[in-house]
């Protein structure tokens, strides 16, 4: 019988939202959206109260995603429970146990919990050989629902361990619903590819909403085929490709993944037309209860971040002069928003760069109902910046020096993405022509170690895009919704594929426990959730498959520990 094991190890690294996979690739489900779970909640750490309560709110938050419904009762086969002397060694916080039959459906579940680790009762950023309970336990319930590891670096199911965790993201929730409720919600799907036509295994396909600037992941198969499911109609997304960071973490299905496709780096990039690829300017990608399903077609892979010509040679003048990058028209409303790329250059951690500046005119609009969101999103770039704004107008300044970064003093943790709204002024029209400045300052070591899991293997100091996205909010019924057309004109990149060195990749089936554990054992330092094998070389007595996914802790600790102190001081 085969076997896998899966751990959560503690360390700072990720991967997108992504289902577990049996050997011949089927997704791991539920057939009965009703799973019975069975809580034993006693530990040395706390009080069996404690224990529980931590674990209903880590259950609450996946309840309240989709349609699959975790049932607390007296007796199941499904359990969470605390084990002393764990079998699994020191190293494993924390383990899933999935069962399931040839067709994918999980049978029953479990999650082991390390009593000989010490849990906290309470989130923040702990030193070596702690960690907060809800942060473990909402992980590896999203393992019993069949989900996999993600690349999006603030989803619970990232595959290491990092504070804040206990809360899921949005490519958690949209990972739930397109297993469980994908016909209520949208879809983006397409096919990535390189030079000769050439599809892509184990391309990261990232959408980023417009409404709220978060992001939601999914990788791409064999056939360079990915489908982002799960999506929250009438909101418009703007898609960015890059390579995976850790196929380790990966099921086995991605073992052969391969990014050595270009003359230099395989970069991450935005999906641009044809023609205007170097126009700075992403495709928007609208969904809409009308319109829930988009193929998008051929996106390719990139070996260079494509931004707007203009905009470079501005980058490489003595002096920025602005550049016009969105006028809102009136007599042809397709669009409320605009997306612009842009990029810093090595800055200081202790100087502001100098500025971007961008010309967005919107003096065609009438009325005080409407509202100008000015937002920077990084940070799922694994950009390490922090951005200061400031928004003049015909009338004066709006905005002086605004900072992005937001520290979160309950994760202890920062937040490096920027969002605001400006009021446009109904009495005189000119007045909305806005000039909008962004400088950067690259983030400090400590900053970036409570910012970025894992991030030496997924965040840049040298590779430092941004998005800029200007919309138009209306606020006429009494909530604020984006201004967005409905005409959807896509291109593909079937006539402009990058990437001359690509070549066909196939998958592979699921890994054995034992060379699986060689993989998560190389992985050294930085650590991360990968199969291990049970003791003894051989698990529970079953006819069926199992999966068991794990959060181990390795040394990284100690530097986690080391940036807590320094931040303190």
Not at 143 to 157: A, N, P, Q, T
Not at 193 to 222: C, F, M, N, R, Y
Not at 532 to 542: A, E, N, T, V
């Amino acid at each position: 019988m085969p076997s896998f094991l899966v751990g959560l190890f503690f360390s700072l690294a990720a991967l997108a939202h992504q289902s577990s996979l049996s050997g011949e690739g089927s997704e791991l489900f539920w057939t009965n959206s009703t799973i019975p779970m069975l809580i034993r909640p006693e530990t040395g750490d706390m009080t069996a109260d404690q224990a529980r309560g931590i674990i209903l709110s880590s259950i609450a938050e996946w309840n309240n995603a989709s349609s699959a419904h975790f049932s607390v009762v007296g007796s199941s086969v499904n359990e969470i429970r605390f084990r002393s002397n764990f079998p699994y060694g020191s190293a494993v916080i924390g383990l899933t146990e999935v069962s399931f039959n040839s067709s994918g459906s999980i049978q029953r579940a479990s999650i082991s919990l390390n009593d000989d680790f010490s849990f906290r009762t309470r989130p923040g950023l702990y030193p070596s050989g702690q960690v907060y309970l809800g942060d473990v336990v909402t992980h590896e319930l999203g393992h019993v629902l069949g989900l996999s590891h993600s690349e999006v670096l603030d989803s619970s199911m990232f595959y290491s361990s990092f504070t804040g965790q206990a809360t899921l993201g949005f490519d958690d929730v949209s990972g739930i619903r397109s297993k469980y409720d994908a016909e209520d919600y949208g879809t983006i799907s397409g096919q990535v590819k390189g030079g000769q036509d050439i599809p892509v295994l184990g391309a990261h396909v990232q959408a980023i909403s417009l409404a709220s600037g978060k992001t939601t992941g999914v990788i791409t198969d064999e056939s360079g085929v990915f489908s982002l499911r799960g999506l929250d109609p009438n909101d418009t997304y703007y898609l960015y490709v890059a390579p995976v960071k850790n196929v380790a973490s990966l099921p086995g299905y991605f073992a052969n993944t391969q990014k050595n496709f270009c003359p230099g780096a395989y970069v991450g990039s935005f999906f641009s037309r044809c023609g205007t690829e170097y126009d700075g300017r992403p495709q928007p990608i609208k969904l809409s209860t009308a319109r829930s399903v988009v193929d998008v077609g051929t996106i390719s892979i990139s070996c260079s971040l494509r931004a707007d010509s203009a905009y470079n040679q501005r980058k490489l003048a003595q002096t920025f002069t602005a550049l016009p990058i969105f006028n809102y028209d009136t007599s042809n409303v397709t669009k409320g928003e605009n997306a612009f790329v842009g990029w810093f250059r090595n800055p200081s951690m202790t100087s502001w760069s100098s500025s971007d500046i961008f010309q967005v005119n919107f003096s065609p609009i009438i009325g005080s109902r409407y509202f100008l969101k000015v937002a920077i999103v990084s940070f799922a770039l694994g950009t390490q910046l922090e951005y200061q704004v400031d928004v003049k107008t015909p009338a004066g300044t709006v905005i002086s020096g605004q900072n992005s970064l937001r520290y979160d003093s309950v994760t202890e943790s920062f937040h490096p993405d920027f969002e605001t709204l400006l009021v446009f002024d109904p009495a005189i029209p000119v007045r909305n022509n806005f000039e909008i400045s962004v400088r950067s300052r690259r983030l400090g070591r400590t900053t970036v170690a409570q910012t970025f899991p894992d991030a030496d293997t997924f965040s840049s100091s040298t590779h430092l895009p941004y998005l800029l996205i200007t919309s138009l909010w209306d606020n006429s019924s009494g909530s604020l919704r984006p201004v967005v057309g409905t005409e959807q004109i896509l291109s593909d990149n079937d006539a402009c594929l990058d990437a001359p060195f690509t070549y066909a990749v196939a998958r592979t089936n699921e890994k054995t426990s034992t060379s699986e554990a060689a993989s998560a054992n190389q992985l050294g330092a930085v650590a991360g959730c990968g199969t291990i094998g049970p003791p003894g070389g051989s698990g529970p007595s079953s006819s069926l498959p199992l999966l068991t996914l794990g959060f181990l802790i390795t040394s990284l600790a100690a530097t986690l520990l080391k940036s807590r102190k320094n931040f303190l001081s």
